[in-house]
Structures are given as C-alpha cells and as structure tokens.
C-alpha cells in the first residue's frame, strides 16, 4: 500500500525548465481534444474539460509513468455516448465512479502483469491504427461547419498556417532545443494571425471554455440495483478500455524513453483519477498517446510536466479563456498532425517481409479494427485471441515421438513437444498399440502434459494398451505434470504404470 501513497517521488534529475514549457504545450493541445471528445459523447464542453484536468493531475501524482499525459479520450467517449443519450450525464458520472472502482481492484490485484500476453505486433497494430486516427480527425478541420471542404483564401489561409506549423515542430529542434517546437509553433502561428488580422478558425469557434473551478457532486441517481444493471457494462467496458490503452501507451513511452513504468501502480491511479472525475462532473478518460508523444518529444520525462498541463489546463478555464479561444486551430491541427506522424511504426512496414505471414496479418487487422471500429479493446482482443490461437496451431503441430526397441524388447517412445488441447490428436496417432511389444515406454522428458485435455489423452492411451494386456510406464514426468495427473485423478481415471525402480527427473523451476 504505501508504494501506492508515494506521492512525489522525484527520483529522477529534473530539467525544470522542459517540464514547464511542455506542459504548457501540451495544455494548449488539450483543449480541442477534451472539448471534442466531449461533443462525441453528447455532453457539453466543461465536462471534457473538468475530465482532462482531474485525470492529467491525479495521474501525474499517482501514476507509474512519469512524463504520460491522461485525460478525456475518445475511447471513453465512443464507450458511454448511448448511456449519455439514453440516461443523461448523472448516469455517465455514476459510471466513470464505478470504472475508477473496477480499475483500482485491478491494479491492488496486480492485474496489470497480463499486459505481457499483448504480442509485439498487437502493439504495432495498435499504435499505427491509433496514428491514422489522429490524423483523420484532424481532416474535419479543413472543412466547414456546414461540412464542406475549404475552398479559396479560407484554404490558403489555413492550410499555409498549418504547413508552417509542421516546419517549425519539424526544424526547430535541429537548431535548437532551448524551447520546445511544438510550443513555438502555437506562439509564432497565434502572433502571425493576431498582427496581420487573418480569418481562420479558431479555439473559440468550436466552444466557450470559460468555467470555474470543478464543482463536487455526488451524481444524482437512484441508489438501487436497478441503477447498477444499468451502469456496469458500461463502467466494466470503460474500466477495460481505459486500462488497455494506459498500459499500451505506458509500454510505447517506456520504449521510448527507455525506462520503465510501473503497469500496476498506474492501474491504480487511473482508477483514483476517474473516480475523482466522476465526483468533480468530469466525464472520466484515460491515459493519451497524442499528449503523451507531445510532452515526451519535447523533452519532458518527470511528473511536473502534467500537473504544470493539469494546473494550466484549469488557468485557461476560469481565468484565461478569453485569450485561449482566440488561439488558431490550424496551430493545433499541424501539431497533431505532427503527432500522428511520431505515433506510426514506420519501421513496421519494413518488416513485412521478415515477420512471419500471421504476424503480419495481426498487426494489419488489428490496424483495420482500430481505424474502422475505434474500438481499442476490441482491436486489442482481436490481437490477442488470433495470436493465441496462432501460437496453439504451430505448437499443435510440433508434437512428435522418437520410437525404437531396447535389447529386452521393450518399446520406448521419446515424447518431444507439448501435449495440450491442439496437439492430442496427433498424439494419439503416434502409437501403434496391437502392433507393439508387451511392455512400452511412455517418455515425456522432452514434453509437458499441460492441460485437462492432455491428461485424457494420456488416459486413453494407457487403456488402450491395457484392453490388449500391455503395460504401460510414463516416465520423466516433471513435478508440475505429476501434480496435474494427481490433481485430475478424482475427476479422470488417469492410468499412471510407473517403473518403481525408476527416479523420476524433476524440472526445477
């Protein structure tokens, strides 16, 4: 537990000086996304916003990966737009609570260790999927409220503006990195507007962001198990969602940075952060890649970094939102647009021909789900299950048996690869029981029985020998096959003919 109430652990040299300019930049970017994420769930822009400042701060305190950016997603978003359309916003709070519930038990149970069954290519699929989509999105701002592309002077405008951005964040850094270029780009894009008087789109034209402070508020809903039925698919989801994308976020930061994170502690801390959100009118979220490749390319790598974002963030709401809305879209497009170019694996497409073909294939349609479906558990899932099942056919078929008669006519076979559901099959048909001698040898130290369906296959195999009146001895079973066989003895009749002169060999592990 008190690994968990470490609050400010500071272990790291800071360079203040990044941390700051970045979480300035990285608050700036947070505003059209929060407000947008919050359009997608059909609620109103404060609520996005309220989000992004309670989980970019409590994470930043509480998180296992310093320098990662949380905050409203569209993950979460997609997640609860029919429960916002369906039972309004106090149904929403009561079910970013919950998640933040289920998240926490997550993390005190140490749940986030099954990151590691998440395959290599699952993560590259994931990631150059969520890369499109952040490039995507930032398409609709070359078009008009009425949906129209962007024509004439409008486009020039634009356009230029954006292009501008892209060379700054692009060139700045190789001349120098004494101010982040991302933060430049916005200053420099936001002067040019201001001093030569340009129409273009601006912060303001999507929606206010003056508010207070978050208020507190215990959602008003009734208290019954009804309320529940309603409310947990969708917090399970959220509370799914919202820890698969941390955890693959926390997984890409700590490649990039080469450090590592802590999975469970930050499991921990997205749950306290959604909790907090849903109690202060927040619509709950996630950790962000977009935001989290911001404030890592510009240098940042300790916690001060997003709570500089988080205060900065909560600044432009109740004091500086006049300034803020006249910031120009086309700044914060080029920015992420710049993002979604770091995000992709590019060295992923030059492996097509070095991976295997399933391989390939998961990361490609683990890609499609996530650009199609915006579905990032589903798309990780898919991954994951169609690896899985990959990996259970190759093993399947890499069960074989080595067979040869000693000088007293005993016939041994030499097991070698796992006995498990997809490989009893063809373990079955190693053996030619009314052909062979009376006495066999059944020798699996180069195999493992590993499951339920192993073990039968090993029952059957002994009573057929036994029906013909042949023995039958297992040997070089290791401790952990011993114990199944033992364990599964009141449910399966499990035919064991040990040598009791033979010593058994015992893996240590």
């Excluded at 078009?143 to 405008?157: I, K, M, R």
Aim: glycine share 10%; net charge neutral; charged share 15%.
């Amino acid at each position: 537990m008190r690994k968990y109430l470490n609050l400010f652990d500071f272990s790291q040299k800071v360079n203040y000086k990044n941390e700051v300019l970045s979480g300035i930049t990285v608050a700036l970017a947070l505003v059209p996304e929060a407000i947008a994420f919050a359009f997608i769930a059909g609620l109103s822009p404060l609520t996005g916003l309220y989000a992004a400042f309670v989980m970019g701060l409590v994470t930043s305190i509480l998180g296992g990966r310093p320098g990662m950016i949380s905050g409203a997603t569209g993950a979460v978003a997609i997640v609860i737009v029919s429960l916002a359309k369906d039972h309004g916003v106090e149904y929403v709070f009561a079910t970013v609570i919950l998640a933040g519930v289920l998240q926490l038990v997550a993390g005190f149970l140490r749940l986030g260790k099954f990151m590691r069954l998440v395959p290599h290519p699952v993560i590259f699929g994931f990631v150059n999927g969520l890369a499109i989509i952040i490039f995507m999105s930032q398409l609709v701002q070359f078009q008009t409220p009425d949906g129209e592309w962007l024509s004439g002077n409008a486009l020039v405008v634009f356009g230029g503006l954006v292009l501008l951005t892209i060379l700054i964040i692009w060139g700045l850094p190789k001349l120098t990195k004494v101010v982040p270029g991302s933060l430049m780009a916005i200053l420099l894009v936001f002067g040019l507007v201001a001093l030569f008087g340009w129409e273009t789109r601006t912060i303001g034209d999507i929606a206010s962001i003056k508010g207070g402070f978050p208020p507190f508020h215990i959602p008003e809903v009734p208290f019954s198990f009804e309320t529940l039925t309603i409310i947990f698919p969708y917090a399970a989801v959220v509370a799914g969602v919202g820890l698969i994308e941390s955890l693959l976020t926390l997984n890409i930061v700590d490649e990039i940075t080469e450090t590592r994170g802590r999975g469970n502690k930050e499991a921990v801390a997205q749950g306290a952060a959604n909790m907090i959100s849903g109690l202060f009118s927040g619509m709950g979220g996630c950790a962000m890649i977009g935001q989290s490749l911001i404030n890592i390319s510009n240098g940042a790598r300790a916690r001060l970094s997003g709570i500089v974002a988080s205060v900065m963030l909560l600044c432009f709401i109740m004091f500086g939102s006049e300034l803020i809305e006249q910031v120009p879209m086309a700044a914060l497009t080029g920015l992420m647009i710049m993002v979604a170019l770091g995000t992709f694996e590019w060295a992923s497409l030059r492996t097509f021909k070095r991976m295997p073909k399933s391989d390939v294939l998961v990361m490609v349609l683990v890609t499609l789900v996530t650009v199609f479906l915006h579905n990032l558990a589903l798309a990780v899932l898919v991954g994951v299950i169609i690896s899985a099942l990959v990996f259970a056919w190759d093993n399947a078929l890499r069960i074989r048996a080595r067979k040869n008669i000693d000088e007293n006519g005993v016939k041994h076979y030499e097991i070698y690869g796992p006995l498990f559901f997809g490989s009893t099959t063809l373990f079955a048909e190693k053996f030619d029981v009314l052909n062979d001698p009376n006495e066999v040898v059944i020798d699996f130290q180069e195999s493992r029985i590993v499951d339920m369906s192993a073990i039968e296959a090993v029952n059957k195999i002994t009573e057929r020998y036994q029906k013909v009146g042949k023995q039958v001895h297992l040997k070089h079973l290791s401790r952990d096959c011993r114990k199944l066989l033992k364990n599964a003895d009141d449910i399966i009749e499990v035919n064991v003919l040990e040598d009791p002169t033979y010593k058994v060999v015992v893996d240590k592990i």
